[in-house]
């Protein structure tokens, strides 16, 4: 049976897909940080886009994020006991149901997975690239060049950074309106030539593990050895702040030019992911 998830099932859902998320289950569309997890499942079951596979106890679950600006749902998981493949199916039925117009249904998750691997093929979804989770550790990070110009974002430089980030990502997950939110531990840092913003990056805290959501330096700037001073004034920053242990980030394996220079800095390989897309409406 599948069942919509209300708040009454949050504290099972909480331990059930927390402990998937670490043993073999893992999503990119969901923290693993425990109280990060948790915010995002509340979210998550309040919109009623998570879907419960139920006997006598939890089977499955599946957690989605349906995103209108974009038409795409983000969908973690199915964390499914024994890794019964027909109740991953049936939970992304359900899903593809509930959303039947949707032009996109993403998964990403560790390359490593068989399981969730078999369902894709299952349901002839598209391979769209793998990825890198790249790490840094405060003990291994040495900032050997620095950029003056690089400081919190102002008020001020609000549209700037908006406008700058709609012309090079038209087309990622992050908005410009949601990437200069105010937000606790959210820090969008700037780089300033001649009073105009000309780079920018996002960094979020969570613990003691920091992560750069997204970096970029407009278009006509780039080739001028900006990006590594840049991206060391942030890590160095960030690392300022006495509980950050360890700066995290995301790069297309594709990306090589951004995997150098990560790996440059000081980054080293932490996992792989795999991402892969539904056929339209999610048909088979």
């Known amino acids: 049976m599948i069942i919509k998830a209300e708040p009454r099932h949050l504290p099972t859902l909480i331990d059930y897909v927390y402990t998937c998320q670490h043993t073999g289950f893992y999503s990119g569309y969901l923290s693993l940080d425990k109280s990060k997890m948790m915010q995002e499942l509340d979210t998550a079951v309040q919109q009623g886009e998570v879907w419960i596979a139920i006997t006598q106890e939890v089977q499955g679950v599946l957690v989605g994020h349906y995103d209108k600006t974009r038409d ?50 299952q349901l002839q979804a598209v391979f769209k690239g793998h990825e890198s989770i ?44 949601a990437l200069t939110r105010e937000q606790p531990d959210h820090t969008v840092y700037v780089l300033n030539q001649h009073d105009t913003v000309i780079g920018y990056g996002l960094v979020k805290v969570t613990g003691t593990q920091a992560s750069l959501e997204v970096f970029a330096i407009a278009k006509a700037h780039r080739g001028q050895h900006l990006a590594k001073p840049f991206i060391t004034t942030m890590i160095a920053e960030t690392f300022a702040l006495e509980d950050v242990n360890t700066v995290q980030l995301v790069v ?33």
């Open 72 to 121: 795409v749902c983000d969908l973690a998981g199915p964390y499914v006991k024994h890794r019964d493949v027909s109740v991953g199916l049936e939970l992304i039925d359900h899903w593809i149901l509930s959303y039947p117009d949707t032009t996109r249904h993403q998964f990403f998750f560790d390359r490593q997975s068989r399981y969730t691997l078999n369902l894709m093929a």
């Open 134 to 177: 790249l790490r840094l550790e405060r003990a291994t990070f040495l900032a050997t060049e620095v950029h003056t110009d690089v400081k919190p974002m102002r008020l001020n430089q609000k549209e700037q950074v908006r406008t700058l980030h709609a012309a090079i990502f038209p087309d990622v997950y992050l908005s410009p309106e």
């Open 252 to 284: 297309e394996n594709l990306n090589c030019v951004a995997l150098n220079l990560y790996q440059s800095i000081g980054f080293t390989l932490h996992r792989e992911n795999c991402s892969y897309q539904l056929n339209p409406s999610g048909k088979r």
